[in-house]
């Protein structure tokens, strides 16, 4: 993968979390049911892959 590629990848990635952030407060979901999703969502991906 071209180092330009990558980069732009890893802006978007970074872009979407901001913008993820900032829609959710705007919207009036609290900070620590964002979090608790995050976290929640981590964990099934890393169960499910774990049973592979």
Do not use: D, E, K, N
């Not at 590629?5 to 900070?31: D, K, Q």
């Not at 608790?36 to 592979?52: E, K, Q, T, Y």
Request: charged residues 5%; without cysteine.
């Amino acid at each position: 993968m071209p180092l330009t590629h990558f980069l732009g990848l890893i802006a978007l990635v970074i872009l979407s979390a901001g913008l993820t952030i900032i829609l959710a407060l705007w919207s009036g979901v609290p900070l620590a049911a964002v979090a608790f999703a995050a976290l929640s969502a981590s964990l099934i991906l890393a169960w499910s892959r774990v049973g592979r």
